[in-house]
């Protein structure tokens, strides 16, 4: 609607006013009022309000706009005002409202463009005039973009240059620069916005040397570059969406570079969002193999590693490219690629998609890959080119859809079209593999047929099922004609098990055919039987490792590394002893363990000890959940996993061991460790012992109430009122039990929806 826009605007324009000095209230109330009765003249419906009306609108909003004079032109221009020669193109107040900011300005070498948008808005028809209404122009924008171009120092090729955009969601700026510099040529893209009140900068640096640096065995380093981030970090989901567009590597490494500067910089700012105490760097190149110069490269790959600190998430991204230079038409086949390591999550994941790759020139090749690997307490691994057996959940792996690997006629001869894809998964207990090829043919008559193969091998317990369909069908103007189709199945052992089904379809008739056959009549294959859950649990409890010091670290003490004894935790005096194990949860009910089921609900609780050890376990691979639960549920919970053990408790008196330690102080001055007579007439006895008690008492706090406070969300059953620290032991309490899960937050305050 335009009036949002107008008032839009308006408000916008307020706030830069008052960014470039004080200026009177009553003139930013003039004008917000004006904006406020001109959108409300915008809205109307045509034939609703005369032409005097609108005009009377439109001459009171330019009253008060143009009444801030130079301080309009200021706000307009930003910090570019302060630039000699800018300001001088907002001068004329009668051209800035009408025709916004135009112009460029010569600052020695450097040649800059300066230009910004405008609001126009189309009124509605007038009830005293026929025909549509001329567009009024609101009033100019912010300049939005600043081009720069500089004469290479070396002369010879075409000038450097570069831009300066406003970023309309983040607040900040980006630009990017290409500045030849004789044998290298230097690109940067950089952002730089504030979040909550810290700078916050990405730049994205590249030299690109010419000629490429020779290696050997026909290789060359084309490309040296690297990625610095300040309070930034990575978004694995952007960059997992642009790899399979291929926007990454675009950016990144300039293979495609986008024309539009702001679509450059919005990119990379969406890739690296803004984070406080979050940094980023990292370096990245590109090497050739068999370069040919301007025409480009037999091989090439663009790699770039990013190290995201303090968590230590390492990136890697990738494209990789087979391309015949000069003739790219017969050979294009582009890889692009991205690794992840993060520990936090304890998770390795890949993911890969063909991007722009053809053949001949007819064939478009397409397709995704993905693998994860997980060490975490639910260990699982899975790797897949072009998808799964249809139907399988790759459980708890968290994987986007795959397109299959394939290739299709990219510009289709007018009487024949080709496709035909394929996948290959592999998981810890399965292995898939499928295909499927159609052919199109038309002459007048058209003629389809296709046939695919679909196959899943399970290991424990060990199951086979494989489905094969086939068919051919003609047609004439979508009418059709005679078709057949044929679709069968296999799957065992125990017994096995075959299925086929034929339909042929004739003009005025049809035959259909369906039947199973049934092998052998043995059990299946099955796991061992189930264990005792507690069984289980008490095993894994009573190893050694199971029982860990959880100490309270002092960053004032270095603990001198000595050899362990086997069997014992060492634990501090201000520490705990704690037993811990990552086989299962404790504390509520689950289905299966090591994916063994358990042959029904079973579920441990550890008493004892001054609290609970907390693990990330994912509720999926221990409970069954329905689909819509896996779709709601977290994929990971944190969960009961052992006890914190007291130290007065009698048990462990009885076993403890006591080992001393000698207390050795080192005081270093400077860079020099001094002795401890020196130290001792250096230093205050009064001040060194005030330092020492303070270290010892707990951190002071203000007395006022916090504005804001942030605690772990609990979780009740409604059945029993009972409080659950995870959203899982409270699921699993009410399915058992009846009821249902909530917040207690929701269940403290219930919504009356009869006032809904």
């Known amino acids: 609607m335009p009036g949002a826009e107008i008032n839009q605007y308006a408000a916008e324009l307020g706030t830069q006013l008052s960014a470039v000095g004080t200026q009177p209230a009553n003139r930013i109330a003039s004008l917000l009022q004006a904006a406020t009765e001109l959108a409300a003249l915008a809205d109307r419906s045509a034939g609703s309000m005369t032409s005097a009306e609108w005009k009377m609108a439109v001459s009171q909003w330019e009253a008060a706009r143009d009444a801030f004079g130079a301080a309009l032109s200021k706000a307009l221009l930003g910090p570019l005002a302060d630039i000699p020669g800018v300001a001088a193109l907002a001068d004329d107040l009668g051209k800035l409202s009408t025709e916004g900011i135009h112009g460029s300005v010569d600052l020695g070498p450097v040649h800059l463009e300066v230009a910004s948008s405008m609001l126009v808005i189309q009124p509605p028809e007038f009830s005293d005039l026929v025909g549509t209404p001329d567009p009024v122009t609101i009033g100019p924008y912010q300049v939005g973009e600043v081009a720069a171009s500089i004469a290479s120092p070396f002369g010879g090729g075409g000038p450097g240059g570069g831009s300066l955009v406003r970023l309309p969601a983040a607040g900040g700026f980006g630009g990017t620069l290409e500045l030849p510099l004789g044998a290298v ?85 969406g890739f690296f969002p803004a984070q406080p105490g979050t940094h980023l760097v990292g370096p990245t190149l590109k090497l050739a193999w068999l370069s040919f110069g301007p025409a480009g490269s037999l091989l090439g790959l663009d790699l770039g ?134 052919v199109s043919i038309s002459l007048g008559i058209e003629a389809h047929g296709f046939v695919e193969v679909d196959a899943l091998v399970q290991f424990r317990p060990f199951h086979f099922e494989a489905h094969i369909a ?216 009064g001040e060194l012992s005030a330092m020492v008690g303070a270290a010892a008492r707990p951190p002071a706090l203000s007395d006022a109430a916090p504005v804001i406070t942030a605690t772990a969300e609990q979780w009740s059953a409604s059945n029993t009122g009972e409080v659950f620290g995870s959203a899982t032991a409270a699921h699993q309490s009410a399915r058992y039990r009846g009821g249902i899960a909530l917040a207690a937050s929701d269940a403290a305050a219930p919504v009356d929806l009869a006032t809904v």
């Open 470 to 685: 086939a068919g051919f069908g003609v047609s004439v103007e979508g009418f059709s004609f005679a078709s057949v189709t044929l679709s069968g199945m296999i799957g065992g052992p125990g017994p096995i098990v075959i299925r086929g089904t034929l339909s042929i379809s004739v003009f005025l008739f049809s035959l259909d055919w369906d039947e199973t056959f049934t092998l052998g009549s043995g059990p299946a294959d099955a796991l061992p039987a189930p264990v005792s859950l507690l069984k289980l649990i008490a095993e894994e409890l009573g190893k050694p490792q199971s029982v860990q010091s959880a100490s309270i670290a002092d960053a004032q003490v270095v603990l001198k590394p000595r050899p362990g004894t086997p069997g014992l935790a060492a634990v501090p005096a201000t520490g705990a002893l704690q037993v811990l194990q990552h086989r299962a949860p404790l504390g509520l009910l689950i289905d299966r363990a090591d994916g063994r089921p358990l042959g029904g609900p079973q579920g441990v609780k550890v008493d004892g000890g001054s609290g609970d050890v907390t693990e990330r376990f994912s509720p999926g691979s221990y409970i069954t959940l329905t689909q819509a639960e896996a779709l709601n549920r977290p994929p990971f919970d944190v969960l009961p996993a052992g006890r914190v053990l007291s130290l007065a408790d009698p048990l462990l008196n009885a076993n403890r061991t006591p080992e001393d330690r000698e207390v050795e102080q080192i005081v270093i001055v400077g860079s020099r460790i001094v002795s401890e007579h020196e130290w001792t007439l250096l230093t205050p006895l």
């Open 185 to 269: 040529q230097v690109t940067a893209s950089a952002v730089l916005a504030t979040i909550n009140g810290q700078p916050s900068f990405l730049a994205v640096l590249g030299v690109q040397f010419l000629p490429p640096v020779q290696l050997s065995f026909g290789f060359s380093l084309d490309r040296v570059g690297g990625i610095v981030g300040v309070n930034r970090r990575l978004d694995p989901e952007a960059l997992r969406a642009a790899v399979r567009t291929g926007g990454a590597g675009d950016v990144l490494f300039a293979v495609k570079p986008p024309a539009s500067p702001l679509s450059l910089v919005t990119a990379i700012d």
């Open 305 to 438: 590693v990013i190290v995201e600190l303090p968590a230590g998430r390492v990136a890697v991204l990738g494209v990789g490219r087979i391309a015949i230079p000069g003739l790219d038409v017969l050979l294009n086949l582009r890889l692009d690629v991205l690794g992840l390591v993060d520990p936090v999550e304890q998770l390795v994941s890949v993911d890969a998609s063909l991007v722009d790759s053809s053949v001949l020139g007819i064939f478009e090749v397409y397709g995704d890959g993905a693998m994860r690997l997980s060490w975490g307490s639910s260990a699982y691994f899975v790797v897949s080119v072009g998808g799964f057996f249809p139907g399988f959940n790759p459980e708890p792996a968290r994987l986007p859809a795959l397109r299959r690997v394939g290739m299709t006629v990219n510009n289709p001869v007018p009487i024949i079209d080709i496709r035909t894809e394929g996948y290959f998964a592999f998981t810890t207990n399965t292995l898939q593999f499928g295909g499927r090829m159609e």
